[in-house]
């Protein structure tokens, strides 16, 4: 690669070495700035899934609901690499101001948005914008600090992702049940301007200290390969639409494209993922387990609410409110991990040990029925969490321990993006085996119920109890029962059927998101195997023999 350094004190095609150069007080102002704007991305994620039952329900479009992650994660996914070689080349504060911005502007799209078609494309800009903001965020402690000392600060990003995972809930529940869903997007922008003001004022350029060029046309390609496949995964498709020459068209095109990314990625010099790192079987076996983890944390976060508003009949908040254990489990297990790893330099037992707690937090999950409770659902999201905690970051901390200095950034970014493409995967995934689960379970769970409803009462019961409807919608909201049950000359025999048949309702949707917790369930015993067969390496006290002087 065609490296030469851009500050005074280097030698030519050395890279800056931070870890040594920069003072602990401009490191942790440095920490301080990224986690803000960190906070933010991370943030919208949590709240956005508290409020989707209710946009789902208002905006009618039940079939796009995986697709409103779906797209954020698309976008992010491809731009990751892209970003990380900018950061390179600019300077992580240039990128991660820039992110913030176009994350900001999706926000307020978001906000406006009229259907549910909009607000998907919306938050694809959202996505674009938070690649920026992660990319840059998680190659920070690997330019700050050497492997032995990183557990510790992986641990504390860690926190940054559970704390808005306990403020994201609760505040987007409370929005969407005062002043309305919209305001979960219109709540970036005063937390934005905080990120701004506080990484324009305290942040450092923080700068590799070497101009390398981005290879546009590996990331055309690279694009061009994910998203028609990703694309293809929309929607429920009965078996024969698999065979029509559009998804068959999208397909070939996406093999095309990975087939000359290969090619181009292999030739050039300024690859965005240097294909060198695949060489490696600790880089190769931990993005595979990337893959499997992030497919089945984005099925227990995304669903929840789904279950717990329109299976248990939870409010917005309520539902907010259960998934706070999960939290509470990925902050505790992720610090006291960290600590543990970075006095003992074992981490390998640790991925090990969160994933065996991961599938079994899947396998609570999928035991869940309609008469559970949030308390219920709060006992199984932690054990889940307990298992989230601790992989995530000492997945990182592995991969960059195994490659060497002049590419963890490459490294970082590239297990990255294989972790989100396995969330984009599994939400479309997912979102198709919840679809065609609950439009059978509604058939099935209906249809006796229907069959005692006297002819009189059968149309504004089917009208009330529609499949297609409840598919689009959601669960009908609290209270639109209440016509059809009181209206004159109702008996008590019609009551209970309009009860019978909401219970019908809650049951399906239970039996769909419970559905997907058992298909997510071999994906975490996938990913534990993998783990078992990575090496684990000693943690290096230091980045190379002689660093070259970093200006603060």
């Known amino acids: 690669m065609n490296l030469t350094a851009t500050t005074p004190g280097t030698m030519p095609g050395e890279r800056i070495d931070y870890a040594s150069t920069l003072s602990p007080r401009t490191k942790a102002l440095v920490l301080a700035g990224v986690m803000m704007g960190l906070f933010l991305a991370a943030l919208d994620q949590t709240i956005v899934a508290t409020a989707l039952p209710r946009i789902v329900s208002e905006l009618q479009g039940m079939e796009l609901f995986a697709w409103t992650s779906t797209s954020y994660l698309l976008a992010s996914t491809t731009l990751v690499p892209i970003y990380g070689k900018l950061s390179d080349s600019f300077g992580r504060k240039t990128v991660i101001l ?100 506080f990484i324009v004022g305290k942040m450092p350029r923080l700068h590799s200290g070497l101009s390398s060029k981005v290879d546009w046309l590996g990331a055309f390609l690279l694009i061009v390969a994910t998203v028609p496949f990703l694309l293809t995964l929309r929607g429920n498709r009965p078996l024969e639409a698999w065979l029509s020459p559009e998804v068959l068209g999208m397909l070939a095109l996406s093999l095309v494209g990975l087939v000359l990314f290969i090619l181009v990625e292999r030739r050039t010099p300024h690859a965005i993922i240097p294909f060198a790192l695949f060489r490696s079987r600790v880089f190769v076996l931990v ?81 869940l029925t ?21 992989v995530l970051p000492m997945l990182t901390l592995s991969i960059q321990n195994a490659v060497p200095l002049d590419q963890v950034g490459s490294a970082t970014a590239g297990r990255q993006f294989f972790q989100q493409l396995g969330q984009a995967m599994g939400s479309a995934v997912f979102g198709i085996i919840l679809t065609s689960a609950l439009a059978h379970a509604l058939t ?64 399906s949707f239970v039996q769909a998101v419970t559905r997907v917790y058992d298909w997510a369930l071999p994906l975490g015993l996938c990913a534990l195997l993998l783990a078992l067969f990575t090496r684990e390496l000693p943690l290096r006290k230091a980045n190379r023999p002689e660093t070259p002087v970093a200006s603060e």
């Open 98 to 197: 820039a992110g913030i911005g176009i994350f900001l502007l999706g926000s307020v799209l978001c906000g406006l948005a009229g259907s549910m078609l909009a607000l998907v494309i919306f938050r694809g800009i959202q996505g674009m914008g938070a690649a920026a903001i992660t990319s840059t965020a998680f190659a920070v402690p690997a330019d700050l600090f050497v492997p032995a000392e990183r557990a510790r600060y992986q641990g504390i990003f860690g926190t940054v992702f559970a704390a808005s995972s306990i403020i994201g809930p609760i505040l987007g529940g409370t929005l969407t049940d005062t002043v309305g869903w919209r305001w979960v997007f219109f709540i970036n922008l005063p937390l934005g301007a905080i990120a701004v003001a």
């Open 287 to 367: 993005c595979l387990t990337s893959v499997c983890t992030g497919a089945a944390f984005f099925a227990a976060l995304l669903f929840m609410s789904v279950l717990a508003v329109n299976g248990l009949g939870a409010t917005a908040r309520e539902a907010g409110m259960a998934m706070m254990p999960l939290t509470a489990a990925v902050v505790l297990t992720s610090l006291v991990t960290a600590r543990w790893v970075g006095r003992t330099g074992r981490y390998k037992v640790v991925i090990v040990g969160g994933l065996v707690m991961l599938c079994l937090g899947l396998f609570l999950l999928s035991t």
């Open 370 to 390: 309609v008469e559970s409770t949030l308390w219920d659902i709060g006992v199984r999201t932690f054990v889940f969490g307990c298992g989230m905690g601790p």
């Open 444 to 507: 099935t769970e209906l249809e006796p119920v229907r069959a005692e409803v006297p002819v009189a009462m059968r149309e504004r019961f089917d009208h009330r109890f529609d499949p297609a409807r409840l598919q689009k919608g959601g669960m009908v909201q609290e209270g639109s029962y209440d016509a059809l049950q009181s209206e004159p000359g109702a008996d008590e025999k019609e009551r209970a059927l309009v009860h019978a048949g909401q219970t019908a309702v809650s049951r």
